[in-house]
């Protein structure tokens, strides 16, 4: 998968804005867990948020690009305060339909 344009970012933010965080990273901050229970959330959807507490040992944006880089087409699509927004294409059955696409 290629970045995500600026329109597809912007639509997938307005998507995600009604979202609730279902990963939250704390004092142990990305783990083998972490990724796991991340990749368990995207078998049933295809966007997600990620709360990154206070007590986590990395930033926000920094823990957005570990997991980005550490799971297969995973894109980061907004970093806002401690909340990461991130996006991967259902392989089989895509319900987002991204512009431009």
Do not use: C, W
Request: proline share 7%; no cysteine; net charge positive.
């Amino acid at each position: 998968m290629t970045q995500l344009t600026p329109k597809q970012r912007a639509f997938l933010r307005s998507i995600a804005h009604h979202l609730r965080p279902v990963v939250h990273i704390g004092a142990e901050g990305v783990t083998p867990a972490t990724l796991t229970s991340i990749m368990e959330a995207f078998n049933t959807r295809e966007l997600l948020k990620v709360k990154v507490l206070e007590s986590a040992p990395e930033t926000a944006r920094d823990t957005a690009d570990r997991v980005a880089a550490a799971l297969e087409d995973v894109r980061a699509v907004q970093t806002i305060g401690r909340t990461v927004v991130l996006y991967r294409r259902h392989p089989q059955k895509p319900e987002i339909r991204l512009p431009g696409a």
